[in-house]
């Protein structure tokens, strides 16, 4: 009955199945068929995948209020839409190192990360993060730590590791949010070897250390872990996002660090200050590309 | 800053576009990038296979089947189509086992199989209504231009032409 289980868990909307099915479908199906493939399955999943409809419906109802309900409901389905084309191009960059046409947003900035001895970069569930991941590693021939939430399958978490581990060349190494002690000693000593980390500031995951904050006038709870290891390392942290433009289109945009340096208040005072700065510079993206924050979990607090 | 592969951005994966292209001076280069080329590609060759199923069933229902049945064979198709394409990828993997096409891809194994059913498709259609005998016509001209082109290319000792 166990094995039973197991194996159906592989068909669930987050199974490994449909992760193993992209591959398969970026081998075996010409490019010009990808588009109506990807389009119904996007419908498929929109009416099957229902928490994450309703995630992200819920979220969309604070960033654009006003909206009626079945003009959210189209804008849920362009957000599932642009998800199945990012994982769609990532994994075709995985398999046949495809090229991708990129523009630079923050090209000082980005310059900056690059130079840096070590750096947090802190990033969202927004375009492709993954593909940003390794095409930084590969442009600037740096290490890269990723940390991410864990995914509920296990077979599918073991294959997003082998993909990211691979589109990355080896420059990219993945932890998970399972266990916050632990992984922030790693993290601490990842950054004492200038390495650089990135991080999804975004979301909360249970067991990690979080505070409110304002987000689109409503309270939304992110992680603070970024902000106390900036400070104990005292390495800046650079927002850093990449937005699908068009098919095989990017556009990876970095702002000015922000920088938890250790004087000038209490610690709670300085993750508190750096927080806002962040949920600030969170907030205007989403507001731009809100058809490409994947949020499929609720992220703010009800009224 | 902007990064742009060479070759990549605008360049075509069928013969015909390539061939034009490269008559007027530009580059044939095969290309997998070119967006407008998947979408109305990939929609014409749904479109096709919509319309001749439509054509087979339409005259053995009555006005109120119809209207349940031209929304729901939209996404029936979509289906069809995935067993299609495993089918295809079955084909083209005992063909490479055999040696044949050994050194093509196996997405570009599948065009040409879905090349051919389409064509078939197409073929039928030429039997019905004077629309759908164009749409037929058009598309079977097109892969005859496709092919002349693809031909053309390969004398001029081009890349591996795409069917």
Redesign the interface.
């Given at each position: 009955m166990r094995v039973i289980t197991e194996w159906m868990r592989r068909f669930a909307v987050r199974g490994v199945f449909w992760r193993q099915y992209l591959d398969?479908?970026?081998?075996?199906?010409?490019?010009?068929?990808?588009?109506?493939?990807v389009w119904?399955w996007t419908?498929f999943f929109f009416f099957f995948a229902a928490p994450a409809r309703r995630a992200v419906f819920s979220n969309l109802e604070v960033i654009l209020p006003g909206s009626s309900r079945l003009m959210n409901y189209l804008r849920v389905w362009f957000t599932m839409y642009n998800f199945a084309w990012t994982i769609a191009e990532g994994s075709h960059y995985k398999l046949n190192k495809?090229?991708?046409?990129?523009?630079?947003d923050g090209?000082h900035a980005l310059e900056r990360l690059a130079r840096a001895k070590s750096a947090i970069v802190l990033t969202a569930h927004m375009g492709n993060y993954d593909l940003g991941a390794a095409l930084f590693a590969e442009k600037f021939q740096r290490e890269i730590r990723m940390v991410r939430a864990p995914e509920p399958d296990r077979q599918t978490a073991r294959h997003l590791d082998k993909t990211l581990e691979k589109t990355g060349a080896g420059a990219v190494r993945v932890d998970y949010t399972t266990n916050a002690t632990s992984i922030s000693f790693d993290l601490l000593q990842a950054l004492r070897e200038n390495q650089i980390v990135s991080i999804q500031g975004d979301r909360a995951v249970e067991g990690s250390a979080l505070a409110s904050t304002k987000l689109f006038g409503r309270e939304a709870k992110l992680p603070t872990g970024p902000f106390i290891l900036s400070q104990i390392a005292e390495a800046p942290i650079f927002p850093l996002f990449i937005v699908r433009l068009?098919?095989?289109h990017y556009r990876i945009i970095v702002r000015e660090p922000i920088v938890c340096e250790r004087s000038g208040g209490t610690r709670e005072e300085i993750v508190s200050a750096s927080l806002q700065q962040w949920s600030a510079t969170l907030q205007e993206m989403i507001m731009h590309h809100w058809d490409q924050w994947y949020a499929f979990v609720p992220t703010f607090s009800k009224k | 800053m902007k990064n742009v592969p060479p070759n990549e951005a605008r360049s075509n994966y069928f013969a015909l576009p390539r061939l034009i292209r490269k008559l007027s001076g530009g580059d044939a280069t095969p290309s997998e990038s070119n967006w407008p080329e998947a979408v109305s590609m990939g929609s014409v060759v749904y479109l096709i296979s919509y319309l001749f199923t439509t054509n087979l069933l339409l005259p053995r229902l009555g006005w109120w089947q119809t209207a349940i049945v031209l929304p729901l064979l939209l996404f029936g198709l979509w289906i069809g189509w995935l067993i299609v394409l495993y089918i295809n990828s079955l084909i083209a993997t005992g063909c490479q086992r055999i040696g044949l096409c050994a050194d093509l891809p196996r997405r570009r194994v599948q065009s040409v199989l879905m090349g051919i059913l389409t064509t078939v498709f197409a073929a039928q259609l030429l039997t019905a209504g004077p629309w759908l005998r164009a749409i037929g016509a058009l598309w079977i001209l097109g892969v005859a231009l496709n092919l002349a082109a693809a031909l053309l290319l390969a004398l001029f000792h081009d890349e591996p032409s795409q069917l």
């Open positions: 398969w479908a970026l081998f075996n199906v010409p490019f010009y068929f990808l588009p109506v493939l119904f419908t495809s090229h991708f046409l990129y523009d630079i090209t068009g098919y095989r | -």
